[in-house]
């Protein structure tokens, strides 16, 4: 049985195959094709983050993911390698605030990195989902497209957008319900904006 991603007796590490390679080694190798790319990660992480105090704190993690998948195996070539490991990080913390910017989607877009999978394929089909929503919110009324907007992608709260509106928060709440309605019916049936549903 070989041991997985831990450190033997003799300092070194252990790969999932069972090939050991020596901590120094990782070392230098991260000091040397990893650390000298952090202007390009930390610019992504710059544009894709909404909180530009996060940044530090991301590009750490992904510092140690990228040198704990080295200790098991050296990744070939490191960058898109790298930036990868952020998208992938990126991805998690945008799902965790349950907010998902259209403008970090386009920033991931643009990165094109092949992380393993078949990422064409789902590439084709995310644009084409988004070029549906995007068909789908011009469709809407004006108010419900801006409230939903600002809430689903701006990520503003209700009192915000009420604000922003000039308008009261039980409106905001009406626009939001009658717009997701909307929307659904648009990208999954059959929906005449012009008709008032109930």
């Avoid at 195959?17 to 990893?34: H, K, M, N, T, Y």
């Avoid at 610019?43 to 080295?70: I, P, T, W």
């Avoid at 309605?181 to 012009?194: R, S």
Wanted: net charge positive.
């Amino acid at each position: 049985m070989t041991k997985t991603s831990e450190t033997g007796r003799d300092g070194v590490a252990i790969s999932r195959a069972g090939i050991a390679l020596p901590l120094p080694d990782v070392s230098a190798w991260f000091v040397r094709e990893v650390l000298p790319l952090e202007p390009v990660l930390t610019n992504f992480l710059r544009r894709s983050l909404r909180n530009k105090s996060d940044v530090a704190d991301l590009r750490q993690d992904v510092y140690v993911r990228v040198y704990e998948a080295g200790r098991r195996e050296i990744p070939n070539p490191v960058k898109p390698f790298l930036l990868t490991v952020a998208r992938n990080l990126l991805i998690n913390k945008v799902q965790r605030e349950q907010v998902v910017p259209i403008d970090v989607i386009a920033d991931l877009e643009a990165l094109n990195v092949k992380d393993g999978e078949p990422s064409a394929d789902r590439g084709v089909m995310a644009r084409q989902e988004l070029r549906r929503l995007k068909h789908a919110l011009a469709r809407l009324p004006q108010r419900a497209r801006d409230v939903i907007v600002m809430r689903k992608i701006e990520g503003l709260s209700r009192r915000e957008i009420a604000d922003r509106l000039g308008i009261g928060e039980a409106t905001v709440a009406e626009h939001l319900t009658r717009g997701v309605c909307a929307l659904t019916e648009l990208l999954h049936g059959e929906f005449d904006p012009g008709v008032e549903h109930d």
